[in-house]
Nanobody, 117 residues
Framework: QVRLVESGGDLVQPGGSLRLSCAAP????????MGWYRQAPGKERELVAR???????NYADSVKGRFTISRDNAKNTVYLQMNSLKPEDTAVYYC???????????WGQGTQVTVSS
């Protein structure tokens, strides 16, 4: 695999949950911290969650306590469990390298998350 492939986005009501998945090339996954980013219409892309190769997570304040990032090193896959979703979480979600010592990998197509009643 030579690209990032995100999946799991959907339309969900406020307070609902979703689990996003991202399959990454082994060449970047095994040695880098990986992150979930999101971009809402008219806004810049932002990092919302990051996980080190050893599994240590970090979160943006806006999602702390609601989102959980995890990784399966055997499958080269990173996940984002999103609970208590809010309308302001609506965005296209992407995964990519989240390591200041490494360049971004070419961005995937992302997955759309829409939170609306």
């Amino acid at each position: 695999q030579v690209r990032l492939v995100e999946s799991g986005g959907d339309l969900v009501q406020p307070g609902g949950s979703l689990r996003l998945s991202c399959a990454a090339p082994e060449s970047i996954f095994s040695i880098n911290a990986m992150g979930w980013y999101r971009q809402a219409p008219g806004k810049e892309r932002e990092l919302v969650a990051r996980i080190t190769p050893g599994g240590r997570p970090n979160y943006a304040d806006s999602v702390k306590g609601r989102f959980t990032i995890s990784r399966d090193n055997a499958k080269n896959t990173v996940y984002l469990q999103m609970n208590s979703l809010k309308p302001e979480d609506t965005a296209v979600y992407y995964c990519n390298v989240a390591d200041p010592s490494s360049d971004y990998f070419p961005w995937g197509q992302g997955t759309q998350v829409t939170v609306s009643s």
